[in-house]
């Protein structure tokens, strides 16, 4: 009987020995292929790891779902959009851990773009929170099967031309990159509400730096937000619109891809003034260690391959971070596409509240408008 139960035993802490641990990847959705994943498993077993990569459920969507997730504590990768790192008061930054790169798993770490290394708002006692993935544009797309060169808007303050009143279409799930196009019109800097208020509420300048927000966005251009969402025929939430009245659309580029490759026209106008740009990244959640931690390193080596990002800019349209891909068609043609100055900031909870109010006036008083006689 003894016997029996020895190795009864041996076997149960056998099976533990052999269980497979897993590494939860969570992501936005098609970010990461099921070839993604069998390559990634595959380097991994290679290399005596008895780890599996798979994806989590649900696709991310936005700053506070990721936060939710992340608290959690049921991913163990995440794509990040990097001013969602220090949103909310910075209560992502927290779950995150720096990343070591110099680690000899992350080889492809030295091919990525510079400028993309070291953002300020993703960086954490002088390392990084991030590793670059890709990024892009909200920007504007004008349907090239309905128009020619020629008759593309050159600088933004053309939108309030009345030649594309009612051909427009912006976001409304997003207001704050709506808001940035009125500041850069106005030759100002796109967050310009977000620049006054990123000081400490404990600051003695705070309250008179929220005065003077208040008040800019109380003057010219709320008239002129107002003015640029009387031209729009419809805002889109989940995904750009794309309706045959549309000539000119608001995107973040990921849906126009899919739709070129459908076989629309679609095609990204260069204003003089510069688009407002994002960058998503890869994070390692701080309860990451042993070999654990060098599975997501070797995950995130993946995603950063040539090979990897030769496929966002392919399929999803994106600008890849690495500088070994061969065509990178939105940097190729704009060298200061990722400027600091135009990338999406960790908006603070007072400057959102301000941008949001402006919109929601704007939004009133155009519809208003437009259901006069």
Known sequence: MIKVVGFLLVCLFSSRALAQDTLNIFTWDG??????LSQIN????????NIQAKLIQPYASGPKQMFDILRQGTCDISFLTLNYIKMREKKIAPLLQSI?????????????????????????GGNPLYIPFGGGAYGIWANMAKLTH??????????????????????QGQVQPNIALVFLSMQMPPYHINDLLYLNEDSPQFYANRRQAIQISRGPIQEKTTRL????ARFWDSAPDYGDDILLTASYGIEIAKLNAQGGKWEFIHFEEGSTTWLDTINFSKHLTGKKLEAAEIAANHFISKQAQTRIVEQLGMVAASKLVDSNPQLDDNPYF???????????????????????????????????P
Not at 31 to 36: I, S
Not at 42 to 49: I, S
Not at 153 to 160: A, E, H, K, Q, T
């Open 31 to 36: 970010y990461v292929t099921t070839e993604d």
């Open 100 to 124: 070591n790169v110099n680690s000899p798993r992350l080889s492809s770490y030295a091919n990525l773009r510079p400028e993309l290394t070291n953002i300020p708002m993703g960086m954490e």
């Open 338 to 372: 990722f400027s600091e100055a135009m990338f999406w900031p960790p908006y603070s909870k007072t400057a959102n509240n301000i941008m949001q109010t402006l919109s929601d006036k704007a939004m009133a008083q155009a519809n208003q408008a437009s259901e006069s």
């Open 229 to 232: 969402y009387r031209q729009v």
């Open 150 to 171: 020629a008759e593309l808007p050159v600088r933004l303050n053309d939108l309030w031309l009345p030649k594309w009143k009612g051909k427009i279409s912006l976001t």
């Open 42 to 49: 595959a380097k991994l077993k290679h290399q005596g790891y």
